[in-house]
């Protein structure tokens, strides 16, 4: 168990559809980072925000925005969603900027 | 640009033998670079990482890593293979673009299976 936790596990929407995912990052940690999972794509990295501040941007599409609250909890807003959207939304944390990451089990998407 | 090359889709070992999974990145400063592993359905877990110092880097579960800036290589390295190493492996690296900004990349990841 890696201290990061990822709600919700599993959500099936619509295309069209709008969606948040959660994050809780380790105790202490103050970067949250968000990552996107899929067969064809690999792991793309999408954003990071250190103490409620964006850090990083990636390949983030428009439709898609996150944002980290004062007690350091993350999510990441999914709309206007398409088949493609469809994929495993991996979160992660860290202390700082220079340290290793440590990964939340996943919420895994599917848009039908 | 920015990248990381993990050549090999899979790699197949036997147990008990040493174990190599190649990794070569293409940055603008100096990296930083680390290894997760990710088991079936679960999250990417930290291995090793480095940034600066000793070239060969040892990390969690007998893992180690030799970084070779001639090469522009950081593979990861086991002297012995356990099936239980069975997973997919990803190298990763931070570049730095300056103005502390800076973003991860991520191989295509390598599918080891030690083989009973």
């Known amino acids: 168990d890696s201290g990061v936790t990822q709600t919700p596990k599993h959500l099936i929407t619509a295309t069209g559809q709008r969606v948040t995912l959660r994050c809780s990052p380790r105790s202490g940690d103050l970067s949250v980072y968000w990552y996107q999972q899929s067969l064809d794509q690999g792991l793309q990295f999408l954003i990071q925000?250190?103490?409620?501040?964006?850090?990083a941007k990636g390949n983030i599409l428009e439709r898609f925005s996150a944002q980290q609250f004062p007690d350091l909890h993350s999510e990441l807003n999914l709309s206007s969603l398409e088949l493609g959207d469809s994929a495993l939304y991996f979160c992660?944390?860290?202390?700082?900027?220079?340290?290793?990451?440590?990964f939340g089990p996943g919420t895994r998407l599917t848009v039908t | 640009a920015q990248s990381v090359a993990q050549p090999e889709d899979q790699v197949n070992v036997a147990e008990g033998n040493p174990l190599t999974v190649k990794c070569t990145y293409s940055?603008?400063?100096?990296?930083?670079l680390f290894w997760y592993v990710q088991y079936p359905n679960r999250g990417l877990q930290f291995l090793l990482k480095?940034?600066?110092?000793?070239?060969l880097v040892k990390g969690s579960y007998g893992f180690e890593a030799e970084f070779n800036k001639s090469q522009t290589s950081f593979h990861l390295k086991k002297p012995s293979a356990l099936v239980s190493d069975s997973a997919l492996y990803f190298c990763a690296v931070r570049d730095v673009f300056g103005s502390g900004t800076y973003k991860y990349i991520f191989g295509t990841g390598t599918r080891l299976k030690v083989l009973a």
């Open positions: 925000y250190y103490n409620g501040e964006e850090r």
């Open positions: 480095y940034i600066t110092g000793d070239n």
């Open positions: 992660a944390s860290s202390v700082g900027n220079d340290y290793e990451q440590y």
């Open positions: 940055v603008s400063g100096n990296p930083y």
